[in-house]
């Protein structure tokens, strides 16, 4: 993480000759310490942090932002540790098992099944050097962090409200247990579905909004593919149940402009989502599993819980208030597609009823 920052500081180009930029930094910054001595500068204003004028975006605001909401999401999933019968439970075990057998190169063990979240824990282990029963007991919590940063940038670059929304959005996620179907005791399990997400909105928004990541149509596809084929491996159920409405009814509210992106992204998807079922297809084929079978138990989700404590209202309740909240938002929706507020309105309601409706 620090060589990435000192990219991002630095820049590549920079890189191209150090030795050169590092000596005509030093030199500015050592007559810019005379020229302050000279004048009297008081040492407070030296070390002050001041926002740099020539950039376009509050980068100072996202600086402390970004700090507060790691801090945030973390503190709200490690209190939970308390409640969590998670933790060397059979399925901690047999999770474990197979995040150890990565390390022998054995995948599947003779079964066919999605292991793509698995195999980013083993590798979260190796690049931060703790042992892989460290490495799994933390990707909840990693997940949690990771897609809340999303949620809230995601909100930033959608909706016209750049702090409240993106703030509320984010604190939502992380801290309403009372109004979210979630199991605490279970909390602290990985979730697929939560790592796919984390690739799957920025998809969304990039589809959405072209503009904003810049590329080239060549690079947008191969970046779309490969993305794509990254959220096939890690969560079928996102890749095949929740992103296909999306870019079905983003053709509905497209602009002119974008729309050769748009068909571009669909254009990625059909490939990505090919070429992912074609790998699970040989991988079938190869250990003698049934294809149909092994699609059916990746995207059906059976939980063993039904009885959540944390819920201030009844299960069945809080269901149907979320039926209702659905029906409303797609009541709303051509209204606000006709008043061209569509691509804000349009994800935020898609994706937070998808979400709810997963949960």
């Known amino acids: 993480m620090l060589l990435l920052i000192l990219i991002d500081v630095v820049g590549i180009k920079n890189f191209k000759n150090p030795i050169r930029y590092f000596k005509d930094v030093s030199k500015i910054r050592f007559f810019e310490f005379i020229k302050d001595n000279e004048n009297k500068k008081p040492l407070k204003e030296l070390i002050r942090l001041e926002r740099p004028k020539k950039l376009t975006d509050d980068r100072i605001f996202i600086f402390y932002a ?16 308390i409640y969590d019968i998670y933790l060397l439970s059979d399925l901690w075990v047999t999770e474990l098992n197979k995040v150890i057998l990565f390390d022998e190169n054995i995948w599947f063990n003779g079964t066919v099944s999605v292991e793509g979240e698995l195999a980013m824990s ?12 460290v490495g799994l007991q933390s990707l ?4 949690a962090i990771l897609l809340s940063l999303i949620i809230f940038w995601a909100m930033r670059k959608i909706a016209f409200s750049k702090i409240l929304a993106p703030m509320i959005a984010f604190l939502a996620f992380v801290f309403l247990y009372t109004f979210s179907p979630i199991e605490i005791h279970y909390l602290l399990q990985n979730e697929p579905v939560l790592m796919g997400l984390t690739l799957a909105i920025p998809t969304m928004i990039y589809t959405l909004r072209p503009d904003i990541i810049k590329f080239k149509k060549v690079n947008y596809f191969v970046s779309f593919v490969i993305c794509f084929f990254a959220i096939g491996l890690i969560d079928l159920f996102t890749l095949l149940i929740l992103l296909p409405p999306f870019y079905i009814l983003a053709l509905l509210v497209v602009n002119k402009n974008y729309l050769s992106f748009k068909l571009i992204a669909i254009a990625a998807y059909v490939v990505g989502t090919s070429a992912v079922l074609l790998t699970y297809y040989f991988m079938c084929t190869y250990y003698q599993n049934d294809f149909l079978i092994f699609l059916q138990s990746s995207l059906i989700s059976v939980t063993s819980f039904t009885y959540m404590p944390n819920l201030i209202i009844p299960f069945d309740e809080l269901l149907t208030y979320y039926q209702y909240g659905s029906l409303f938002s797609i009541l709303i929706l051509p209204f606000l597609i006709w008043h061209k507020r569509s691509m804000e309105t349009f994800f935020g309601i898609y994706v937070i009823f998808q979400f709810i409706g997963y949960s």
């Open 140 to 143: 909840a919590i990693l997940e």
């Open 66 to 81: 970004t700090l507060f909401l790691i801090v945030a999401a973390f503190v709200g999933r490690y209190y939970f540790y």
């Open 122 to 133: 083993n590798l979260f282990s190796k690049l931060v050097d703790v042992s892989p029963e």
